[in-house]
């Protein structure tokens, strides 16, 4: 069992002539993003960052983690987008999204600065109440209003319960190497700090410090993760387009969208995967959604959302394609119970919750398909540490080709300014 992608259910998709141009075009933006010729290509440091990645970083992020597990019942994650997204999502994907409430001797992880509600922040604070914690602020610019808002608030906490040498010791700071207000904040006030390493835009940071010290707090064996996301570095690379996925899948998303399909629904039948869903919605969107166009992805969650949003697939528009990821095999299983006679499940008696959970995946792609849905199925051996490496670093380098096939820049976000020129006008932000 490997990672594989599965486009029968796109039709026979590879030998039509009219996809040629689409292999041209995937092998082009491969071109440009290894040579480093295209748009943005100074953002691209990410590319070969599994290859480059190295082993005293991840061993300062082993200490520190070991660190805070020692010293903290509570880890606090600040940070928006991209300095937030990928952590959550790697530690629901590899730990379960019941992680806090399961028995461990790794400390509760909560995040903050991804929103600006005071009922949101306000139970954080309530499960820090009691709880040694540490705070992790993330931010490369170190002047995104959400998380230095929080951080304001959190530090505050820090500092009146540990005083300010005790909170010194307990934030840790995670920006730009050189340059920033929270570079100088550190520096000034002696946080331990880590690296978003030049030419690593938020999106494609995960697999950096950024993502690697809270999965580390949380117990996740990272260099699992790195060696998984060095495979699919050297898998992607090399491959002949016609063994590669990754060129494939790119190819496949800007032919689909050329012909209509401007919607991307990822779907997974594993709720543990809510939260990589999330963080591949800020990938792509924030990456492709520029010039008036690009795919929009949303996430769903089977089998739950096929007795809601399944009408709209099945029925619907058809300006969606959709691509399910399917771990081969579950962590745990269970087995359905022998039923009493009579019992209208008896039929199912013996089999395991996995296979039936695999004939519904089975199901909805075909009834899917038929009803003008064209769905992919990414596949890969379980839900654990060196897949979700292998995974993250196959949609980061998928996203870039697909971005670059489509016309844009995928490693700037400048409509995300647009409504912070509002804010500032509403708040009366003083000019600097
Ligand atoms: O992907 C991106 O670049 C963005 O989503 C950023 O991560 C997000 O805006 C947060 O920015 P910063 O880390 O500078 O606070």
Not at 194 to 212: C, E, N, Q
Not at 293 to 305: C, E, L, Q, R
Not at 336 to 350: K, R, T, V
Request: net charge negative; glycine share 10%; charged share 25%.
């Amino acid at each position: 069992m490997s990672f594989n992608i599965d486009f029968k259910n796109c039709g026979d998709i590879f030998s039509l002539p009219e996809f040629d141009i689409y292999k041209i075009r995937a092998l082009d933006a491969h071109e440009a993003l290894v040579s480093g010729s295209g748009t943005g290509a100074d953002m691209t440091l990410w590319h070969d960052l599994p290859e480059r990645t190295a082993d005293e970083e991840l061993s300062a992020i082993k200490e520190c983690a070991r660190n805070i597990q020692k010293n903290a019942g509570a880890f606090v994650l600040i940070g928006i987008g991209g300095s937030y997204a990928g952590a959550r999502g790697a530690i629901e994907f590899i730990k379960g999204r019941n992680y806090n409430l399961k028995t461990k001797d790794t400390p509760m992880v909560f995040y903050s600065g991804c929103d600006l509600s005071p009922d949101s922040m306000n139970s954080v604070i309530d499960m820090i109440s009691e709880r040694d914690f540490y705070i992790n602020v993330v931010s490369k610019s170190g002047t995104t209003l959400e998380p230095d808002l929080a951080f304001k608030i959190f530090g505050g906490l820090m500092e009146k319960r540990y005083g300010k040498r005790g909170a010194a010791e307990r934030i840790i700071v995670t920006t730009d190497p050189e340059k920033g207000l929270l570079r100088e904040l550190s520096k000034k006030c002696g946080y331990k700090s880590f690296d978003v390493p030049r030419g690593v835009g938020g999106r494609y940071s995960v697999l950096t410090a950024v993502g690697l010290l809270p999965m580390a707090v949380c117990g996740v064996d990272i260099d699992e993760v790195m060696r998984g996301a060095r495979d699919a570095y050297r898998d992607f690379m090399e491959a002949e387009f016609s063994d590669n996925l990754c060129l494939k899948y790119a190819a496949v998303r800007n032919y689909l969208y050329d012909r209509g399909k401007c919607v991307e629904i990822f779907a997974s039948f594993e709720p543990d995967l809510h939260a990589f869903g999330e963080w591949l919605k800020q990938l792509f969107a924030e990456s492709e959604g520029k010039k008036g166009g690009g795919i929009f992805p949303v996430f769903t969650a089977f089998s739950t959302d096929l007795h809601s949003i399944g009408q709209y697939i099945q029925d619907g528009t058809k300006n969606q394609f959709e691509t399910l990821l399917w771990p081969e095999s579950p962590r745990t299983d269970i087995t359905m119970p022998e039923g009493a006679p009579g019992d209208a499940l008896s039929y199912l008696s013996g089999m395991k919750l996995s296979e039936i959970n695999r004939s519904a995946m089975i199901s909805s792609a075909a009834a899917h398909r038929d009803g003008g849905v064209p769905n992919l199925t990414v596949s890969f051996p379980r839900a654990d540490a060196y897949s979700y490496g292998y995974l993250t670093y196959f949609f980061e380098k998928a996203c870039a080709l697909s971005g670059y096939i489509l016309g844009v820049n995928p490693f700037d976000q400048p409509g995300v300014e647009a409504y912070k020129g509002y804010m500032r006008k509403l708040l009366k932000k003083p000019a600097q």
